[in-house]
């Protein structure tokens, strides 16, 4: 059985540390899919916990390829 996880207190806000690869990698998600970088991990938890995809799990990628992959 899972023990419930409760966050320690609720901070106004927080600071995440990314490299400088991801961070541009964000940029240009939220750039092409018209999201803002700060609406980014809250969206992506909201998908998470609705969806309940395993980040940990070995969940076979069925994403299309895109042409210059293949």
Known sequence: MKEDIQPKKKPEKTTISI????SERQELYC???GIQRKDFVSLALEYFERTGFDLQSNALDYSPRRSSEN
């Open 19 to 22: 490299s400088g690869e991801t």
């Open 31 to 33: 750039k092409a899919n």
